[in-house]
């Protein structure tokens, strides 16, 4: 029989994990099993299923515009209530756990109510609680700001918390448990034969999620890039390996694209006819900026008649903010309008193997192209090729890329 | 016009005055008002309406029986709740509010899980809040243990909360707001005519709480007697005034009995036939005491055949663990058994005039036999006269020592 290293996990739940009483009792069940083989474990959790909503919705009915302390005091006993649940049914199995609060568990952040960023960890107490053979549940998504408040993390909070305690415990893993079985080469809802993705970069599964993949909030892969935290993404209810999120290997490169993302909550904006002189980029764009507006694909069209066409992509979310800004921005600089497209998709092929493999966009334009889909605009980074397309073509799109660079077999990303 | 002293008011609101939006919005107009006459406010809440029992049903979902700990850090989340939505319905006022939780509030106490006391209060984070001009929003029920763990103070705790917070800021008076308007004479379910005190001593409320009369707990009391606190109980839905809870004035005195109290949770236990010899009531109530049941109205039987009888009353509550105990104890003493009577009710008159009044309990038994109530048992103490007398007579007992006294006519309890 061979030894195996006794470990220190990270365990993460997400809220549809920990919904009701039965699937509490199933992540228990998951825990306990992995002390049982005489790993160590911290569990983090979100709040239970739509808890986070009922909160807000009773926070809607006293406030439209409630101070985001409060809102953070409020939001934070989600998680609490979480931990106490999941450390009760650990007792109830036989087995011995403690709940933490993120202040508790020493989780310090900056003041940012609702989207503070982690700014230290201190973590004794659980390293005490560790030592006394207890399983360590800690609440994800809050923190204790300098104020002595607690503070929220903002959307993919937990993830976070999982990531950064992982770090700040040298934790050999970190388990990111979720309703889905990993990291795939495409939505499997657009492409049923979508491939679960063995192995994946931090630098892959960084332009996936900026390309609109759900499975991870970028900060959280980056943390865990800057601290070498080896992430595991499975789903709750099975057993069997999923994806692990790691640092790039040399065997990685074999592949030349890892995945197809797909985002339709995108916009195109044009602000056109404007002066072609040094400068106005900067007055666009820095205006956007102000207002908390992130820009993608920025294209500019080459000058005539010494005027200029700027076009590039927000988030439709932003469009109501941006648009009056960009009207007057417009004015402003003599030129003659702001056109604006919400029927368009980006899709895009990602894989750290294109930095050492030529011809790569050539054959993704060419596939559209055979297909009759249309390029709106182009923007490309060192592992990431994206491009706009009318909104109607966005599912062919992502199919038709899908099967060009064969994604549809398995054998990806490197050996396992 | 005169100048109006300002003053430092604690303010307590109980679980059904924070519900819904409506009633902590109704709440929170109260607070607002009182600080818009120049008084600084701190506010004491317990969780919203249901929210306790919605959380000891999830936790009973998961475990039959869960560890204090985890059962502490589930409960304290309905008072965080609270906090926060009051504050937010003051600033959307147009006040300024901050709401601490028990721990943030610096409320320590100790490790007894699920029924700490409090230890100390450290208010400096609250009178610097007060010193910025905000209403400070403090979660009742809860505080801090030396293990930095949440405790919560049991039943009765958020009214301890606000007691001791008064204690420890030296408030002018502390008010507990609750649904009904005062402290009264008796039960108005029972006698119709009863009339809501102005005034009532700390001891007289003392032996009306111990007595079962449910405004307050008995240990808010005790803390409030100790450090002197005005307590003024008055009702969340009205202006008028309540009823005020204070040291007892020379005034006071003229008035014999100040309230009947009725209490029909009680059950009657008799030991028979056991030695009369030294050492014999110890054991019997040092085992009772051994298991946490508290006992009241211990009657003696005089000695015959060099046997006794002893005749005391329990909580019907404790019954189901006192019974076997002191089936064992009596067999070991060599007694015949035990007698069990679950339909008894305690009835009581209490007041400080009786310290110099005499014949008062002489006009209860008069006043009991004229109208055909056997008394079982008698206990009395100095401000108080307790029977206990058949179940089926316990309502018409307090009618008849209602009328009586004379309580249901207006002016009691000392000039106000």
Not at 29 to 43: N, P, S, W, Y
Not at 141 to 147: K, R, V
Not at 189 to 196: C, F, M, T
């Amino acid at each position: 029989m061979k030894m195996k290293k006794k470990k220190l996990v990270v365990m993460k739940f997400g809220g549809s994990s920990v919904a009701d009483a039965e699937k509490i009792k199933t992540v228990a069940r998951k825990v306990f099993a992995k002390t049982k083989l005489g790993h160590k474990a911290v569990v983090v959790v979100s709040a239970p299923g739509d808890m986070t909503d009922d909160l807000l919705e009773m926070a809607d009915k006293i406030s439209q515009n409630p101070p985001d302390r409060e809102l953070d005091m409020l939001l934070a006993t989600g998680e609490q209530v979480s931990i106490a649940l999941l450390s009760m049914a650990i007792h109830e199995l036989g087995g011995n756990a403690v709940s933490l609060t993120g202040p508790q568990a020493g989780i310090f952040a900056d003041s940012s109510h609702t989207k503070a960023r982690i700014t230290q960890i201190k973590p004794s107490k659980i390293h005490d609680e560790l030592k006394k053979g207890k399983v360590v549940i800690v609440a994800g998504f809050q923190g204790l700001n300098p104020n002595q408040d607690i503070t929220t993390l903002g959307r993919g909070g937990s993830d976070l918390t999982a990531v950064a305690l992982a770090a700040a415990l040298k934790a050999d893993e970190c388990e990111i448990y979720t309703d889905v079985k990993g990291v795939y080469t495409t939505d499997p809802r657009i492409v049923p034969e979508a491939q679960k993705l063995d192995r994946i970069s931090y630098d892959e599964m960084l332009e996936l999620a900026g390309a609109g993949s759900q499975v991870m909030q970028a900060r959280s892969i980056e943390v865990a890039k800057k601290y070498g935290v080896d992430i595991h993404v499975r789903s709750t209810f099975s057993e069997d390996e999923g994806t692990w999120i790691v640092k790039e290997v040399s065997g990685m490169e074999d592949v030349v694209v890892s995945g197809v993302a797909y985002d339709k909550n995108q916009a195109k904006l044009s602000v056109t006819d404007i002066p072609d002189r040094p400068g106005i980029a900067a007055k666009i764009f820095g205006a956007l900026a102000g207002i908390q507006v992130n820009v993608d694909m920025i294209i500019q069209s080459a000058a005539q008649d010494n005027t200029n066409d700027i076009s590039f992509t927000v988030s439709k979310a932003d469009l109501k903010k941006a648009v009056p800004l960009l009207e007057s921005v417009s004015k402003e600089l003599g030129g003659k309008g702001l056109l604006v497209d919400e029927k368009i998709a980006k899709v895009a092929i990602v894989g750290v193997g294109m930095k050492s493999h030529a011809g790569v966009a050539a054959k993704m334009f060419e596939a559209l192209a055979q297909n009759k889909i249309n390029i709106e605009m182009i923007s490309t980074s060192e592992i990431k090729v994206s491009c706009a397309v009318k909104e109607e073509d966005g599912q062919k799109a992502v199919q038709v890329l899908h099967k060009a660079f064969g994604l549809g077999t398995k054998i990806k990303s490197g050996a396992k």
